[in-house]
């Protein structure tokens, strides 16, 4: 299986600044039509998951352009550029490139 | 609107069966791939199982065997056979629309708790 690390696991951040969460994969998620199957995902507590962004760098709809996704084969980033208090929560990265999808163990971002 | 309502959760022994459903509106639950996804108490995320839009089906090492994925288009619906449950399967199970591609949404999930 394909396993998928974040770091760090936990971010404590300031309101208005910048926050980076970084997802390696232990093999490349490259896919055999060309594209890298790489989302991140926000969980509020006691609510569901909401994916942010796909494919690495495509932001879903209604997502703030603050999100950002970058990365390639193994390495992957996701970038806030000015942390608001709605943005606390845990942050998970997921392949599905591979079968089993696989998830990250998830990044606790809260306010300092 | 797309949304995913999800049912069937529910307090069972160990050894025991539930079926969850996930009923779909606003969108044709058989032109999409569909997943479940699982949520411990408080643990992460994992995938559980995938059924694509031709039929092929796919399950985490985990539930092989135990669960089956289905869907009935007539209804709309979206089910999973949960069999031999185990105390390791306590949880929310999701509901998901699509993983990969654009579209894609989550149902609020239901809570099934195995226990004796």
């Known amino acids: 299986d394909v396993v998928m690390t974040q770091s760090p696991l936990s971010l404590p951040v300031s309101l208005g600044r910048p926050a980076s969460i970084s997802c390696r994969s232990s093999?490349?998620?490259?896919?055999?039509?060309?594209?890298?199957?790489l989302n991140w995902f926000h969980q509020r507590p006691g609510q569901p998951p909401r994916r942010l962004i796909y494919?690495?760098?495509n932001r879903d709809s209604g997502v703030p352009d603050r999100f950002s996704g970058s990365g390639s084969g193994t390495d992957f980033t996701l970038e806030i550029s000015r942390v608001e208090a709605e943005d606390v929560g845990i942050y998970y990265c997921?392949?599905?490139?591979?079968?089993?999808?696989?998830f990250g163990p998830g990044t606790k971002v809260d306010i300092k | 609107e797309v949304l995913l309502v999800e049912s069937g959760g529910g307090l069972v022994q160990p050894g025991g069966s539930l079926r969850l459903s996930c009923v779909a509106s606003?969108?044709?639950?058989?032109?999409?791939?569909m997943n479940w996804v699982r949520q411990a108490p408080g643990e992460g995320l994992e995938w559980v199982s995938t059924?694509?839009?031709?039929?092929?089906?796919y399950y985490a090492d985990s539930v092989k065997g135990r669960f089956t994925i289905s869907r009935d288009n007539s209804m709309n619906t979206l089910y999973l056979q949960m069999d031999s449950l185990r105390g390791e399967d306590t949880g929310i199970y999701y509901c998901?629309?699509?993983?990969?591609?654009?579209?894609?949404?989550w149902g609020q999930g239901t809570l099934v708790a195995v226990s004796s």
């Open positions: 998901l629309r699509g993983l990969r591609g654009t579209a894609h949404s």
């Open positions: 606003g969108f044709t639950v058989s032109t999409n791939y």
């Open positions: 059924l694509y839009t031709g039929g092929a089906t």
């Open positions: 093999q490349s998620l490259v896919y055999s039509d060309g594209n890298t199957y």
């Open positions: 494919k690495v760098s």
């Open positions: 997921m392949q599905g490139s591979h079968w089993p999808v696989t």
